[in-house]
């Protein structure tokens, strides 16, 4: 599935919409948290291919229910003792 990328205002999130979607369409919160009506970039959500930091599956899911799909991105760090 050929999707649109776009940042939001909360940091290291992204929303991940079909290609067709238009940002009007969404519900009024997620249209709150778009930094730019312009995607960021472009992606083809392929279930059978993995990718960094995003499930394809999962964020398929969502779509599938919601429209759309929240990405956010954490970095984790362990303690050395």
Avoid: R
Wanted: net charge positive; glycine share 4%; with cysteine.
């Amino acid at each position: 599935m050929k999707c649109k990328v776009y940042t939001t205002t909360k940091k290291s999130s992204f929303l991940i919409v079909p290609s067709e979607t238009k940002i009007c369409d969404l519900p009024q919160s997620i249209q709150n948290q778009v930094a730019s009506t312009n995607p960021w970039k472009e992606i083809d959500l392929d279930p059978s291919k993995p990718l960094i930091a995003l499930d394809p599956k999962e964020a398929l899911k969502n779509i599938g229910a919601k429209g759309y799909h929240m990405q956010g991105t954490q970095i984790l760090f362990d303690e050395i003792v």
